[in-house]
């Protein structure tokens, strides 16, 4: 699977987006990007995930640049309840293909 | 709807006693089943994954071992804990050809090995 890049860490004020970058720069042609998130002590959350287009559904949405080397997650009005760790995978789809998580980042919602 | 289930929630156990966590999922058939293992401080670990019944791959060579007797159960063991087996251990489960639907994790079972 292809390695992503993510910064550390980020946060952004209660009621305005959250933009996430994710640097994938060697993701591969079947490849998937995926998103998933996860609140302390708690499993982790599948958000969103795009192959080429961008992506939209109730929770956030995915931009994925042209050249697919990058991609953000938008979380549209952050609310306290979206602090969490975030991770983006990239990882191709098939019978036998898997989730391998990084460490993430930690955005904090503050009021 | 589909629901995976996960216990128990916390567990204690001493050094060199076994071990056994299990993970159930229902409302649907031949779904991927994967164990995950989230140290403190540390990033989800993938242990043991499995596609069917009775077949089991592992990512980690340890002191623990998965089993699948049912579609949809997944079994995690140990016949000795050590004090580095303790973590957060996580079940997941997703639709039989790959993940394009999203992986759905289980509530966790905290081991803390003593």
């Known amino acids: 699977d292809a390695k992503t890049t993510q910064p550390t860490s980020m946060d952004c004020a209660e009621g305005r987006a959250a933009n996430l970058p994710c640097n994938h720069s060697?993701?591969?042609?079947?490849?998937?990007v995926y998103w998933y998130r996860q609140i302390h002590s708690q499993g982790p959350q599948y958000i969103i995930h795009?192959?080429?287009n961008n992506e939209t559904n109730e929770m956030a949405s995915l931009i994925i640049t042209e050249d697919r080397k990058s991609s953000t997650l938008i979380l549209p009005h952050a609310t306290l309840r979206d602090t969490a760790v975030y991770y983006c995978?990239?990882?191709?789809?098939?019978?036998?293909?898997?989730?391998?998580f990084g460490k993430g980042i930690t955005l904090s919602v503050r009021p | 709807s589909q629901t995976i289930h996960q216990w128990p929630a916390t567990l204690v156990q001493p050094v060199g006693s076994p071990l056994s966590l299990e993970c159930t999922v229902e409302?649907?058939?031949?779904?991927?089943l994967y164990w995950y293992r989230q140290a403190a401080g540390r990033g989800l670990q993938l242990l043991f994954y499995?596609?069917?019944?009775?077949?089991i791959s592992s990512e980690v060579p340890q002191n623990l071992s998965a089993s699948r007797p049912q579609d949809r159960q997944f079994i995690l063991s140990s016949k000795k804990l050590l004090l580095s087996d303790s973590g957060f251990y996580l079940c997941?489960?997703?639709?039989?050809?790959?993940?394009?639907?999203?992986?759905?994790f289980g509530s966790g079972t905290r081991l803390t090995v003593v």
């Open positions: 795009g192959l080429k």
């Open positions: 060697t993701i591969s042609g079947n490849e998937y």
């Open positions: 499995s596609v069917g019944i009775g077949q």
């Open positions: 409302g649907t058939s031949n779904p991927n």
């Open positions: 997941a489960w997703t639709q039989g050809f790959g993940h394009s639907y999203g992986y759905t």
């Open positions: 995978i990239a990882s191709p789809t098939g019978a036998n293909s898997k989730l391998t």
